[in-house]
């Protein structure tokens, strides 16, 4: 009986030898020729719409690009990834167009992230680039980082949130700036300004922001006259009042610019406050009308 098995199984592989292999149910002998070539290596392109644990940095590398779910523990969220123009050969330098107009593509496209003016909220975005070593390799992307801070005035602290700013700003948020307690400094001026719940009293409230043009950090005193013109104009639309003269004697303005570092990496927005210096309110002021914001006597 053995010797029949054997015989049998001899046969059968003298059957597919002589047959050539012949395909069986859309196989074949060759196990090679039906792979699809594997794609060359290219440079490493982060992604839009990951979360990072680590804080902000403006050069990212390979080693620290690691994404988690935006749902957990994170500090920095990528609203958008964007790539140089093919012509850019050289890595650009802090302080170029390149970078400036990198910072602006970002600024619009984390708007549109998150539902309205970022800068209307204690939020912060950055512009990230690849490494030296990234760059060589032919990575040409940029990406566009947002962090939530515990205050847009000086001393910002970043903070460890939880969930996505995809949408935050589309309604109410506990992010969004409002109105504010106002502090004068020595010199008159105000020094500080602290989030307060509107239906509390209060002397300033944010009012929008002033698109700066894209000229030099202003190093004279002469070169903030724009600054306030621009957050007048900003205050007068928000409240209502005409855009005149005596918009001047209705109520005070703040004026927070981006610092010099920001304003050399394209960043021209400037936060605009109403700024009560000689009474205090209850409630929002927007759209108050001249009723609401009257022309001071004193």
């Known amino acids: 009986m053995r010797s029949s098995r054997t015989m049998l199984a001899g046969a059968l592989v003298a059957v597919l030898v002589a047959a050539g292999c012949a395909t069986v149910d859309g196989l074949d002998a060759d196990l090679t020729d039906d792979w699809a070539a594997l794609a060359p290596a290219g440079p490493f392109t982060p992604a839009a ?25 994170h500090r920095v969220e990528t609203t958008h990834v964007g790539i140089f123009p093919a012509k850019q050969t050289a890595r650009p330098a802090t302080g170029s167009a390149e970078l400036r107009g990198a910072f602006a593509d970002c600024d619009g496209r984390t708007s549109g992230y998150v539902g309205d003016e970022w800068r209307g909220a204690r939020l912060r975005l950055g512009v990230a680039i690849p490494s030296e070593t990234g760059w060589a390799s032919g990575a040409r992307w940029y990406r566009c980082d947002l962090t939530e801070v515990t205050t847009v005035e000086a001393g910002a602290g970043t903070v460890t949130r939880t969930g996505s700013l995809r949408g935050a700003l589309r309604g109410p948020s506990p992010l969004r700036l409002g109105c504010q307690h106002a502090r004068t400094g020595r010199g008159g001026g105000v020094s500080t300004l602290t989030p307060v719940a509107c239906d509390t009293r209060h002397n300033a409230e944010y009012v929008g922001v002033w698109q700066a043009p894209d000229k030099p950090f202003p190093d004279v005193p002469a070169g903030w006259s724009p600054f306030y ?70």
């Open 49 to 73: 719409g990951v979360c990072q644990e680590a804080d902000f940095t403006d050069v990212v590398t390979l080693v620290a690009y690691q994404p988690v779910d935006c749902a957990g523990p």
């Open 229 to 298: 013109t621009g957050c007048y104009e900003v205050l007068a639309k928000y409240t209502g009042v005409p855009n005149d003269i005596q918009v001047r004697i209705r109520s005070g303005v703040v004026v927070r610019p981006p610092a010099e570092g920001r304003w050399r990496a394209g960043d021209r927005g400037v936060r605009c406050y109403l700024w009560l210096s000689h009474r205090t309110v209850t409630g929002s002021l927007k759209g108050a009308g001249p009723a609401g914001l009257p022309i001071r006597t004193r």
